[in-house]
């Protein structure tokens, strides 16, 4: 039975999809992205855009980057964090240190209160 599945699946189309939404190249940003062999056990991918080799786990919590502009935009609109989180489906701790990182690059001077 498993024969017959895989052989059919293998006959159709001759192209395997290349568009990976939720993978995107580290070195070009393209989601044009194929498997491309498992050594040691970790799923290696090939970008058909620049041709470069890049391992998938280690992008396990990447996002692209339009979504953390995005992100990030909609907080400083005052949205929350736990809102932006539901919006993605991103992990709060993930929009967390987005914001914490972003709010380190605006240098944001912050006067340390002692009592409210
Ligand atoms: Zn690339």
Redesign the pocket.
């Known amino acids: 039975m498993e024969l017959v599945i895989l052989h059919m699946s293998k006959g159709r189309g001759g192209r395997p999809r290349a568009y990976r939404e939720d993978i995107s ?6 989601h ?2 194929v498997k491309c062999g498992k050594p040691r056990g970790k799923q290696r991918m090939l ?6 080799y890049f391992m998938l786990n280690a992008l396990y919590h990447h996002h692209p980057k339009a979504l953390k502009e995005k992100a990030l935009k909609m907080y400083s609109n005052g949205m929350s964090m736990r809102a932006i989180s539901r919006t993605f489906n991103i992990p709060l701790g993930t929009i967390f240190s987005w914001i914490k990182r972003y709010e380190g690059n605006v240098h944001e001077t912050r006067t340390p209160m002692v009592k409210g």
């Open positions: 190249c580290p070195a070009c940003g393209s044009h992205v970008c058909r855009d620049c041709s470069k």
